[in-house]
C-alpha cells in the first residue's frame, strides 16, 4: 500500500508592476468640474459652475463640446450629479438668495433658493424640477442624489428647523424638523418627477446629518448614510426600521443603511467616519471612501450583505497626506472598486486607486498637480470599461494632464476647469501575487494542480511547466502539470488580457522518488525473529511503526499477531507502506501421531534429502529452528512423498510443523 504525501519549496520570483493609464483627450471647461458621468454611448456628461453660474454639458467620446447648458443666480453653485440609462441627467445645485430659472430653453421655471433638483433629457432639455426651500448643509459632503437605471431618483440632504413641502406636484407631503435641530431627510421620485415617498429623521435638540446616497441599478432600493442624533443620552437608541420590525441603532453614531424602493428596512452596518463618497454595484456590494471624522485617516471600504446585517469585507488606509479632497468612486464590476480624490498641500497628486475584490490597492495611478494648499482638485470621476472620466476644479492652477512623456498643461487664460478621458486598459494586467498549491501529495509521475493568486483583472493566464509537462489547464487560473522529473521545475504564471501580459510569477517546485515495499502481509505459528526490509531507497529517512525507529530495516521478534509500517521520505516525495503478521497458536502437523507418517532418515547428514511420507495433500510444511527463527521456505505437500532438501542447512535439531497437532523433530548432522 502507497500512501504519498507533500512537499513543496515556493520561491518568488516575480517583481511587482503597475497596471498604467493614457490621455485619450482632455477639453478646457470655463466652468470649474465637480461631477462628470458616462453617457450610454461614450459621451461625458459634466456638472461645474462659475461666477454665479451653474453649467452642464455634454461632451463627444472624443473630446468635443456638444452643447452647454447654463442656470444662472445668485451664491448658484453645483453639488451633485446622476444619469440614468436613457441619458437623463439629474443635478442637485444650490442657492440662497434670489430666484433660479431651471430651464435654460425659452421657457422659464422659477424655484425659490435651497436645495434644487431637475432632470434634463440628453440634449439638455427641462424636463422637470423642484426646490427644498432650506439652505441647510448645501455641500456635496451632506447628502447627494442618486438614480436606478429607470429613472427614479432618490435623494438625500440635511433640513434646518421647519416644515418641508417635498412634493412639487398639487399635492402636499410635508416632513417637520423641530426647533434647536437639523434633520437627515431621504425621498424618492419616479421618472415623471412624482413623489414616491419622503422620510425626515430628526428629534428636538439632535443634530443629525446624511452622508451620501447610492441607487441600485435595478431599481430594487438603495444605501444610504446617516448620522442620527435623538438629542438623547449616548446610551439610547433609535429604531432605523420604519416598517413594523425593529433595527436598533445608538444615538449619534454614523450607519450604512440598506432599504428597498419602497423604503422597507433590508439591513443596516456602523460607520464612523467624515466625508464620504457611496457606490454599489449590481452584486448589491457598496463601496466607499472615507476620510477620518476627525484628524488623519483615509480609507476604501466594501460591504456585503448577510441577513439584515451589512459586513465589512475590508476597510484599506489610502494615501492621505496633506488637504485631502475626495473625488468620486465608482465600481468596477469585477468586485472592486476603482475611485479618485486629491491632495493638497505637499507635493499635490490627483489620484486615482484601484481596489480589488481583497482589498489590495494600486497607488500608482497620479497625476502632479503642484503645491498650492487649496487648488487644483480632482472632483469629477466615473468608469466605463477600459476608459474613465476625470472631471477638474482648476481656479487658473494648470495640471499636465498627460501622465506619458507628453505635456498636456490646462486650463489656461479664464478657464477654471478640464474635463479628460483616460484609457485604462493601456498598460497589462496586475502581476498575479502567488501560486497555491493545490494537490495534497506528489511524486516523480504523479499530477500536480497549481491555482493563480491574482486580482482577477485578466482574461486568460499563461503557465510554463518549466522542466514538467502541462496535463490540462493552459490559459485557465487553476493548471495540472505532470511531475516528469525529480526536479527542482521552476512553475511560472502570466496574467493576460487584450490590454497585454503581466510579469511573471514563479515558484519552485521538487518531485521525490521514494519507494517502500515491505513484504506482503503473512501468517505464522507461535512466533517471528526477522528483519523487515522496505527495499532500497537511496537518500531516503524512515519512520517506522510502531516504535518510531528510523533505522532502514526494523529486526522483530514477535509472538501476537501485528502491523507495521514504514514511511520513507526522499526530498519532496514521501510514500509509506504496511505488511501484517498474524501469530497462530501450532503444534505442528495435523496427523503426525498417524502410524502411516514417515519422515526418514533421521537423523540425516547435509545434503542427504529427508522424506516425508504419509503427509495429506494440501499441507503446508514449516521448518523451524528451536529458538522459532524460520530456516527454509515453506513446502505445500502435493502428494504422499515429500522432500525436504537439507543442503541449506546448518548441523542442528529442526521442527517440522504444518497444522495443529504435533511437529516431527527433524536432525541434520
Not at 444662472?72 to 442637485?92: G, K
Not at 425659452?106 to 436645495?115: A, E, S
Not at 466607499?288 to 441577513?307: D, I, P, T, V, Y
Request: charged content about 15%.
Amino acid at each position: 500500500m502507497r500512501t504519498p504525501f507533500l512537499f513543496a519549496a515556493l520561491l518568488a520570483l516575480g517583481a511587482a508592476t503597475a497596471q498604467q493609464f493614457d490621455l485619450a483627450w482632455a477639453t478646457p471647461s470655463v466652468s470649474a468640474i465637480r461631477r462628470v458621468k458616462f453617457a450610454a454611448n461614450g459621451d461625458v456628461f459634466a456638472l461645474g459652475e462659475g461666477g454665479n453660474g451653474v453649467q452642464l454639458q455634454r461632451y463627444s467620446s472624443t473630446g468635443n463640446i456638444l452643447w452647454t447648458k447654463t442656470l444662472s443666480a445668485p451664491t448658484l453653485y453645483s453639488i451633485d450629479m446622476d444619469v440614468d440609462a436613457s441619458d437623463h441627467v439629474y443635478i442637485y445645485v444650490g442657492f440662497s438668495t434670489g430666484q433660479l430659472d431651471l430651464d435654460p430653453g425659452p421657457f422659464t421655471t422659477l424655484v425659490n433658493p435651497g436645495k434644487v433638483y431637475a432632470k434634463y433629457s440628453s440634449s439638455g432639455q427641462f424636463l422637470w424640477g423642484f426646490s427644498v426651500e432650506n439652505t441647510t448643509d448645501l455641500s456635496e459632503d451632506y447628502g447627494g442624489i442618486s438614480c436606478d437605471d429607470a429613472g427614479n431618483l432618490y435623494i438625500t440632504g440635511d433640513l434646518g428647523q421647519g416644515t418641508y413641502d417635498m412634493d412639487p406636484g398639487p399635492g402636499v407631503t410635508t416632513i417637520t424638523v423641530p426647533g434647536f435641530s437639523t434633520g437627515s431627510f431621504i425621498a424618492r421620485y419616479r421618472a415623471d418627477g412624482s413623489l414616491h415617498w419622503a422620510d425626515v429623521r430628526a428629534w428636538n435638540a439632535g443634530f443629525s446629518n446624511s452622508r451620501d446616497i447610492a441607487a441600485l441599478h435595478d431599481g430594487s432600493g438603495f444605501y444610504v448614510v446617516q448620522t442620527l442624533d435623538n438629542g438623547g443620552p449616548l446610551s439610547s437608541q433609535i429604531d432605523v426600521d420604519p416598517g413594523p420590525g425593529v433595527f436598533n441603532v445608538y444615538t449619534e453614531t454614523q450607519n450604512l443603511l440598506r432599504y428597498d424602493s419602497s423604503f422597507a428596512f433590508v439591513a443596516g452596518g456602523g460607520l464612523g467616519f467624515g466625508d464620504q463618497r457611496l457606490a454599489v454595484d449590481e452584486a448589491d456590494n457598496a463601496y466607499l471612501m472615507a476620510r477620518a471624522s476627525s484628524g488623519a485617516g483615509f480609507w476604501a471600504l466594501k460591504f456585503n450583505r448577510s441577513g439584515q446585517t451589512l459586513n465589512e469585507i475590508y476597510q484599506t488606509s489610502l494615501i492621505s497626506t496633506g488637504n485631502l479632497r475626495l473625488g468620486d468612486i465608482v465600481p468596477d464590476g469585477q468586485g472592486g472598486a476603482i475611485g479618485s480624490y486629491s491632495n493638497n498641500c505637499t507635493a499635490n497628486y490627483y489620484r486615482f486607486f484601484k481596489m480589488n475584490v481583497s482589498g489590495l490597492v494600486d497607488f500608482n495611478l497620479s497625476l502632479y498637480s503642484g503645491t498650492d494648499c487649496t487648488y487644483p482638485i480632482a472632483r469629477g470621476f466615473d468608469l466605463r470599461g477600459g476608459t474613465f472620466a476625470v472631471g477638474s476644479f482648476n481656479q487658473n492652477y494648470a495640471v499636465d494632464f498627460d501622465p506619458g512623456p507628453g505635456v498636456l498643461n490646462l486650463p489656461s487664460g479664464n478657464d477654471d476647469g478640464v474635463v479628460a478621458l483616460y484609457g485604462w486598459c493601456d498598460g497589462a494586467p496586475f502581476d498575479p501575487f502567488g501560486i497555491s498549491v493545490v494537490s495534497t501529495s506528489w511524486c516523480v509521475g504523479d499530477t500536480v494542480t497549481l491555482a493563480v493568486d491574482a486580482f482577477g483583472d485578466a482574461s486568460s493566464y499563461t503557465w510554463d511547466p518549466g522542466t514538467w509537462s502541462i496535463a490540462a489547464g493552459q490559459d485557465n487560473d487553476t493548471v495540472h502539470l505532470l511531475a516528469d522529473n525529480a526536479g527542482p521545475a521552476v512553475i511560472g504564471v502570466s496574467a493576460a488580457s487584450a490590454c497585454g501580459t503581466s510579469a511573471p510569477f514563479a515558484v519552485q517546485l521538487s518531485a521525490g522518488t521514494a519507494t517502500a515495499d515491505l513484504p506482503p502481509s503473512e501468517t505464522v505459528c507461535d512466533s517471528l525473529t526477522t528483519i523487515l526490509d522496505p527495499g532500497p531507497c537511496p537518500g531516503c529517512t524512515f519512520l517506522w511503526q510502531p516504535g518510531n525507529s528510523s533505522g532502514p530495516t526494523l529486526p522483530i521478534s514477535i509472538t501476537e499477531t501485528t502491523t507495521f509500517s514504514v514511511t520513507a521520505t526522499q526530498g519532496s516525495c514521501t510514500v509509506s507502506d504496511s505488511t501484517t503478521i498474524t501469530i497462530e497458536i501450532c503444534t505442528g502437523l495435523a496427523d503426525a501421531s498417524s502410524s502411516m507418517m514417515q519422515l526418514a532418515p533421521v537423523p540425516a547428514r547435509r545434503g542427504e534429502p529427508v522424506v516425508l511420507t504419509g503427509a495429506t495433500p494440501g499441507t503446508v510444511l514449516r521448518l523451524y529452528t528451536l529458538d522459532g527463527r524460520v530456516a527454509a521456505p515453506a513446502l505445500t505437500v502435493t502428494s504422499d512423498r515429500t522432500v525436504l532438501p537439507t543442503a541449506h542447512l546448518a548441523a542442528g535439531t529442526y521442527l517440522l510443523q504444518g497444522a495443529t497437532a504435533g511437529a516431527l523433530r527433524v536432525v541434520v548432522e
